[in-house]
């Protein structure tokens, strides 16, 4: 079997993005300036975002909608990328997931309030693994996955064995996660990791996960802890490399030993519109340049930048560029700096 493209397998949503001057104290009010819906989770925004960048990328996605207007309105907005739907099962018995999300202008900090709806019922059979003929597989979000994230009695979960069988077939496996703090999250990630090729999260998850700090009480980056977590992401069984990224720099680990910082770019005064999906364009971006064999600066460097044409927009997808712009955008944000 010849294999070809990124497969993107987990959440599916919309995000309804409502635009505040400031989030309120609890118990006050505060005006919502404007709206909109846009699509939303692993699936939608990270497989939309490769397309963007790059319209040739064959993508493939899978995942659960409901029966009704908003789960016609993502696949719908995927199909118009050129991104194969077929493996999207739509759900007579929960609605299609969604998160309301509050965006501070000026900041683009967001609170999400978010409901599970049919990405509860998503599981490993709804995948069919053997035709599967992509190179890679992108599962996300576990902590987010209700029939995935299960821990059975001997450690494993249903994703853990997800992967293992992808891996066994031949397929290149990735995994993203949710900031999480109930008493599952060390036992669904640990349980994931030996089954990855690719891990791509923030420092925040990295650093859950392995019990160490990324950063110090007041906030600011402790870098050798950053190196410490990855090594620690390593040795729980990641076989390629570990990609942690966060506001100040992006960070791999590759299984050879060699660690690589890329620090972000100094961006305009009120270039961020919103950070929603920023996370996930990050992601679009590391999966692409792995896919076609980056070296690690670059592929951060790349990544990076999917990730800051992401902020110029207020959803997760409207402001990401194609490869053609993002070089150009690169270049304004150096001579930017320069100036």
Known sequence: ME??????????LTDNVKMVATYPQKGMLATIDSESLAVGGCVPNTAIDIKKVDADMVIKVFGRVGNDDKGKYVVNKMAEHGIDVSGVKVSESAP???SDVMTVMGTGERTFFHNRGANKEFRPEDVDL??????????????????????NEDGTTPM?????????????????LVSESSGNFFKVTKAALPYCDYVIINEVEAGTIVGVEPRDKSGELINENIQLIAEKLMAFGVKEKVIIHCPESGFCLDKSGIYTVVPSYKLPKGYI?????AGDAFCAGSLYAIYNEFADEDILRFANL??????????????????????????????????
């Open 130 to 151: 053997d035709a599967l003929d992509t190179k890679m597989l992108h599962a996300g979000y576990l902590m987010l996955l209700d029939y995935f994230d299960k821990v």
């Open 160 to 176: 853990s064995n997800f992967l293992k069988e992808a891996q066994n077939k031949g397929i290149k496996t990735s995994i993203d």
């Open 3 to 12: 294999r070809k493209g990124i497969a993107l397998a987990g959440n599916i």
């Open 306 to 339: 999917v990730a800051i044409s992401c902020l110029s927009g207020a959803d997760s997808i409207s402001g990401v560029l194609c490869k053609k712009d993002l070089e150009i955008l690169e270049k304004q944000l150096i001579d930017g700096a320069n100036a």
């Open 96 to 98: 299609t997931s969604y």
């Open 273 to 277: 519109k919103g950070s929603v999906g």
